[in-house]
Every structure is written in structure tokens, then in C-alpha cells.
């Protein structure tokens, strides 16, 4: 849910949604929740508020739960924190709609992308699935890397115009690219650690500031980066294949 609330967020500040609201914010042009909308902008508009709400509800709801049910520490912490994170990720949402400028929306996808993260990082931990990943490394950090061709294709501007569906396909591909980095790095350890890390980390990076605009040096170094985070997954994989083979085709121990 929080992955899909991602791209719709994306969607409505890419379509210019936002400014049906004009001078109007919060109740905007009155179509509570798109129920009865003046026109496409204004049912993006509130079907946006409307997942949001819904999901903000879901991650409250998980995070008591999670407590009440005595369930991991980190599992607990990460789904506080993503909790904690929803008055403020609200307020600078409604602030992109009476203030559009781009430390507001820079701020709104960094707390958009941590929330993401987190909940994420419950998930994976809080799963049996995630504790035996190990033998599954290879074949995520393989679908990783044969999607960086798509999300180079839809990066800012490189190839083709970065329209609302592109930047949604950026931030699909992107995000998808940097969960897999995330389940990985959680069952390994050392050197694929490490490098799985640091390609999230990138990856992190250019989702949360993958919708400003920028002149030609600003391209050139969102390209930079993700091909900065292309070889770190790429020597993970090859580092995994490696150790993999090293142990008769076995899962190694660490972080298994």
C-alpha cells in the first residue's frame, strides 16, 4: 500500500492535481474523496488523500499491533517510526499544494521514501520468508540488475520526456530496484553487505530527489549514480555466485 501511495503521489504532483485546490486547501473544490469530482485533477487529487489516509491507518494499526504482539525490536522500532513520520509526511503534503516549492517536495519524498523504507524493513524482518532469503539472493539481485536498463530508460530526461507515466515507470522500476537491494542486504553480510548498502543508499537518493528539475549537470549525475549503484549490485551478485559456488551451491552461513 505504501508502494502504491508512493506512485500516486507521484502521478498527482506530475499531473498538476494539486491545483485544483488553489487557494482552497484542504477542502479544495469540496469533491470529498473524489466522490463527486469537478474533473480528472480534482478525482487524483482526492483518491491520493484518500489511499493515504487509508494507508496511514494500516501502518498505525500495524505498529500497535506489532507492539501488543511483543514481536521484534527492530520490527517494533521501524513501525514507530514510520508512524511518527505520518503527522509530518501530511502537513508538507499539504504544503506542495499552497507552497509548490522544491524544499517542500524534496522534503515530502524523503519522509514518502524513509516511511517506505521502514515499513519495508518491518516486513522483511518481521517475515519466516526473509530469515531463509538466503538462497534466494542470487535470483533478486539478478531481477535487480536487469532492471536497471528500464530505469535508466526512464530516468529524468535521459531518453524519453519525462511525462507523468515516465516518472510513475522511474519510480516503479526504482523502488523495486531498491527493495531488492534492501531484502538482500538484510541475509548478507561483509563485502555484499556492504555493497548492497551502498547501492540502496544511491538509489535512495535519486527516488527522493528524482522529480526536481535540473539542467544538464544534475543529469549527468543522476546517470552517474545509478551506475555507480549498477556495479555495486552487479559485484554483490558476482561476490554471491562466487561464495555460492565456493560452497557446493549451498546458501553460505552468514547472514542465513
Known sequence: MTFVLVLLGVY????????????????????????????WPSFVEWFHRLWAMIT??????TAVLGFRMGVATEVRWALAGATLLLPS??????LTVTR???????????????????????A??????ALAMGGRRAGLLTAAVALFPVYLLFSPRVVLVYSEAVQVGFYSVG???FGATLATALTSSGRIRYALVGAGTVLFAELVVGRQTYGADGER??????????????????????DRSRSGGLPSAQGD
Open 12 to 39: 498527482t504532483a506530475a499531473d498538476g492535481a494539486g491545483l485544483t485546490c488553489a487557494g482552497a486547501w484542504p477542502l479544495c473544490d469540496g469533491a470529498v474523496f473524489g466522490l463527486f469530482p469537478a474533473n
Open 56 to 61: 496511514g491507518l494500516v501502518i498505525v494499526g
Open 89 to 94: 509526511q501530511v502537513i508538507l503534503g499539504g
Open 100 to 122: 509548490y516549492e522544491s524544499l517542500i517536495l524534496l522534503g515530502h519524498f524523503l519522509t514518502a521514501m524513509t516511511i517506505f523504507t521502514l515499513v519495508a524493513f518491518a
Open 124 to 129: 522483511l524482518r518481521a517475515s519466516e520468508t
Open 175 to 177: 523502488m523495486l530496484i
Open 221 to 242: 549525475l543522476m546517470l552517474l549514480g545509478a551506475g555507480l549503484a549498477f556495479a555495486m549490485v552487479v559485484y554483490a551478485l558476482t561476490a554471491e555466485r562466487r
